[in-house]
């Protein structure tokens, strides 16, 4: 449904995952082993991976002013279990944070998301407002005030809505 550009950086990721589930259709791209495949996910994680996405979508909503679209587990809960060290690499002194060992995904997903906080990039990964869609877009506008995944999908249906319903 984006038709945006992937986020920069690790963000990449994380917008991938949550976008692995299509809400307005039910979809699930990890119900599939192709689907999976991207992510290293195995059949038996696919729980404990729908409460990460779950919880990255929340906090995506958060970021573009929303509630979160149902109960979740804190992020801050989940990524706890990925704890992060400073990694110096010895032959060029470059650091970067690196995930203590605590399950392939939610480690990735911990240093993306540490990553962008340090970059200033994390606050504009959002989650489209129109409630059957929340899909993960990165936010570029200029004032950082992007409402949609797509202005010509969910923007158009949201304009639309609201010009019925003034009409009405």
Not at 125 to 146: F, I, M, N, T, V
């Amino acid at each position: 449904m984006n038709d945006r550009s992937p986020a920069p950086g690790g963000l990449e990721l994380v917008e991938a995952l949550v976008n692995t589930l299509d809400l307005e259709s039910g979809r699930d791209a990890l119900d599939t082993p192709e689907g999976r495949a991207p992510f290293g996910i195995a059949e038996h994680d696919l729980a404990d991976v729908a409460v990460l996405r779950e919880s990255l979508r929340a906090a995506c909503l958060a970021h573009a002013g929303q509630p979160a679209h149902r109960a979740v587990t804190p992020l801050g809960v989940l990524l706890a279990r990925a704890p992060l060290y400073v990694a110096v690499d010895e032959r060029d002194g470059s650091a970067r944070l690196a995930p203590v060992d605590a399950g392939p995904l939610l480690s990735r997903v911990a240093a993306a998301v540490a990553e962008a906080v340090t970059a200033g990039t994390w606050l504009r990964l959002k989650a489209c407002e129109l409630p059957q869609c929340h899909w993960a877009y990165y936010d570029r506008s200029p004032a950082g005030r992007g409402r949609w995944c797509s202005m010509q999908v969910c923007g158009a249906r949201a304009k639309m809505r609201r010009y019925r319903a003034k009409e009405a």
